[in-house]
């Protein structure tokens, strides 16, 4: 699935000369998918080829994530405890015709771990790190993003003065920490950030 978010980030490390870009679990996948997985010791790569000929992005995940992912469209190269992940990473960067390729990588995130297992599943491939790309974009705000952290910000000032008013001579921290996420969560807000 290509997104607007996606097909802009693409068309920058395209330009930059990458191939691909691979993406870890965390907040530019969330931003560019909508899509939210832990990272843990069980390796997840979202891999976006730039040329829609070489195919569409996919995922390569434990098999017990595959459904979110396969929900929202994505291609899905999952794995098993048993099995391992390296037949799915083998699968996926022959389908996605890595090797060889330059691979545009989020070096502040991508662990030795992923970039290992790129290495040995797609030969010769050289990662780039891309993360000035990804960070410049985000910084450019739709109307709707403005929209809600516009709404962000009165959820946050009505909870911060309700709270005010609950603050007591003698509270530990920990009582009063307690009592703003309560009412942070009580005036809309979804979790905390």
Excluded at 5 to 18: C, H, M, N, P, Y
Excluded at 60 to 77: M, N, T
Aim: hydrophobic share 50%.
């Amino acid at each position: 699935m290509r997104t607007k978010r996606i097909e802009a980030v693409l068309a920058q490390v395209k330009a930059q000369g990458s191939d691909a870009l691979a993406l870890m679990p965390g907040p530019n996948l969330g931003y560019l998918t909508g899509l939210s997985f832990y990272f843990g010791e069980r390796p997840i790569m979202a891999l976006f080829p730039v040329d829609e000929a070489a195919g569409e992005p996919a995922f390569v995940l434990p098999a017990l994530e595959a459904e979110k992912a396969e929900r929202a469209g994505y291609r899905v190269f999952a794995y098993d405890d048993e099995m391992g992940h390296h037949p799915a990473y083998a699968e996926a960067c022959k389908e996605l015709s890595l090797r060889g390729k330059r691979v545009g990588v989020e070096a502040l995130r991508m662990r030795v771990l992923e970039a290992r297992v790129l290495e040995q599943h797609a030969t010769n491939v050289m990662l780039t790190p891309v993360d000035e790309i990804i960070a410049g974009l985000r910084m450019i705000k739709s109307a709707d993003e403005l929209a809600k952290m516009r709404a962000a910000v009165v959820v946050a000032e009505e909870a911060f003065t309700a709270w005010l008013t609950q603050l007591r001579v003698g509270m530990t921290e920990h009582e009063a920490a307690a009592r703003l996420v309560a009412s942070i969560l009580t005036h809309g807000a979804e979790a905390l950030a």
